[in-house]
């Protein structure tokens, strides 16, 4: 009953938060643009890389004709699942034309060249799609390669929020083993984590994931593990912190004396009221691992190319910043400081709630 209570009181609390409640909103919609943006985006094709160079660089409400030219390659189609994960192939060819006119069996027709430049020719009817020449607005513009910035950041969201799920996990699996072990038995146990904390807490931390990146090899997976393994310090500190000061209760004496385990001890009766502050810290360490991975590809070393990361869209078009065309790297900038924001927010409304002295 008293659990209860306090969930509610917590709950109550953290929503009164408008900041909080800000950031989970922000957090939840950016949850479901993930889960389903193969769905959303305009171009659904496996990473959003529909490659148009014609048109590339364009202003944010662009549009063009485009003319579809069937595949040679037959393509199946594809099922809820492994589009909901991959987006589906590219059924056709897609050429930027200005102008068009069916004559006979044929589609006759002005291919896009660049401003003012175009060229003539023609394709047989049945080659082309159904309908064969589509309009397409690009709400956000193109980078250099034509290929939909809106897409891309949308598809993006899902590599930031993976990225800072699997590091968050890594870094509180490690941290919360070594803070409480380091807590609850001091001593030489205390000595040894310690030494390693300082010895990782004294390499700068960039430093440290290129290490681990050039040792793992560039790629998806290898930068969740790079950012994991250099954010469990500080879970590891304050978790040790915490273990420290709980250990001396008259709670967890009691189960000393009633022969429990040490591990039963740790796991199911110190850890379980740690929670609060674990929480505050994990959300800390989302916002730092988004930040983190937006870097390591902007430098190269994250994810890599075609896959859409919020930092490597900035790489490819920072540029144009000062050029005819800003959007094409502030729309992934400004992606990244709105999530950002949002879980450093929701860290802040978690510290708030669970501070419940002087609160009733």
């Not at 598809?155 to 699997?166: A, P, T």
């Not at 997976?221 to 994991?228: D, H, L, T």
């Not at 709670?251 to 609060?276: K, M």
């Not at 190319?305 to 490819?316: A, N, V």
Request: proline content about 4%; charged content about 15%; some cysteine.
């Amino acid at each position: 009953m008293q659990s209860n209570l306090f969930s509610s009181a917590f709950t109550r609390r953290l929503f009164r938060n408008k900041g909080a409640s800000f950031g989970l909103i922000l957090i939840a919609g950016s949850l479901l643009l993930a889960l389903f943006c193969y769905f959303i985006a305009p171009d659904s094709s496996p990473n959003a890389n529909r490659m148009i160079p014609e048109i590339g660089s364009k202003k944010p409400g662009f549009t063009a004709w485009l003319l579809r030219i069937k595949r040679d390659k037959h393509i199946n189609q594809a099922g809820f699942f492994n589009r909901l994960l991959n987006g589906t192939e590219e059924k056709y060819q897609y050429i930027p034309v200005t102008a068009y006119q069916f004559a006979g069996d044929s589609i006759v027709y002005q291919k896009f060249v660049d401003e003012g430049v175009s060229e003539r020719a023609s394709v047989l009817r049945p080659l082309a799609g159904d309908p064969a020449v589509i309009s397409v607005t690009y709400h956000l513009g193109t980078d250099k390669f034509g290929r939909d910035i809106l897409s891309r950041l949308l598809i993006g969201v899902r590599v930031s929020l993976s990225v800072g799920l699997v590091a968050v996990l890594i870094s509180l699996t490690i941290g919360i083993l070594l803070g409480a072990l380091a807590g609850y038995f001091r001593g030489w146990v205390d000595d040894v984590i310690m030494w390693l904390i300082n010895v990782i807490w004294s390499i700068p931390t960039l430093l440290l994931v290129f290490a681990i990146t050039l040792a793992l090899g560039k790629g998806f997976w290898q930068v969740f593990i790079a950012v994991g393994l250099t954010m469990w310090v500080n879970v590891a500190r304050l978790v040790r912190g915490q273990v420290l000061a709980i250990r001396e209760l008259e709670y967890v004496e009691a189960t000393r004396a009633l022969g429990y385990s040490h591990t039963r001890t740790i796991f199911r009766h110190i850890l379980p009221n740690i929670l609060g502050p674990v929480m505050v810290i994990a959300a800390s360490n989302f916002a730092s691992a988004i930040v983190m991975e937006a870097g390591l590809s902007f430098l190269g070393v994250g994810v890599q190319p075609p896959q859409p990361s919020w930092g490597l869209m900035i790489k490819e078009n920072y540029n144009f910043i000062i050029t005819h065309n800003p959007m094409l790297a502030l729309a992934p900038g400004i992606a990244i400081m709105l999530l950002v924001l949002a879980f450093n927010l929701l860290g802040n409304g978690l510290r708030d709630a669970l501070n419940v002295r002087g609160k009733l």
